[in-house]
């Protein structure tokens, strides 16, 4: 009994972390850009960096502390060497293997589509110049932009909010500009896109391991 509410707990926190949603909030507002991080509903300002505390000057290295780190520092850059060397693919991967592996990326990108929601997306654009005409041209242009991307972004997203507001000011001459933009997307959702496009890869290096390990004993028949 104890075992299964053991495994019984754990598939309950697994269900629950895939159930988060994760995202990014995106604002132009003043003049300034703010982006923001996205857990649960929480806002994690990541630029312009939030004022955090003054850190402490550190104490200088004695001669043989600085000997030591850079021994440390080569060990590991040694280490990542490797680590990059077992995460690339084979020199003698095929264009057509290579065009496959390619397929499974392009296709994993595109499962994001429907998936990934645009909770809010607000733009508010005023046009203005001190020459008339291009106040006006910039108006158009902005209209037919919005018209034409705002059709894309249903097809490709689930567009839940949109404010979009525009005019034109011939007085003031300078435009004025407010936007933003936040994505949301569950945990679940990315895994399992992950998983996916992980097996697939998979398959695909394992058959090419297969085939290179036939060609010395072919060789050798011959």
Known sequence: MLALKIIGAIVLVIVLINLIAVGADVRYEDGEVRASAKVCGHLFQIYPKPPGKEKKPKKEKKKHGKKKAEEQKEEQEGEKKKKKEKLSLP??????EILEIAKVG?????????KLSIDVFKLWFVSSDPDPYKTVMTYNYVNDAVCTLGILADRAFRVKKSD????TDF???TPFIE?????????????HIGLAAGISALKIMRRHKKEHKKLPKQ???A
């Open 106 to 114: 392009i296709h994993a990108a595109g499962s994001f589509r429907k």
């Open 219 to 221: 060789q050798a028949a």
């Open 171 to 173: 007085n003031v001459g």
């Open 179 to 191: 936007a933003r933009l936040a994505l949301s997307i569950r945990i679940g959702q990315i895994v």
């Open 91 to 96: 020199k003698d991967f095929s264009k057509e």
């Open 164 to 167: 979009i507001r525009t005019a």
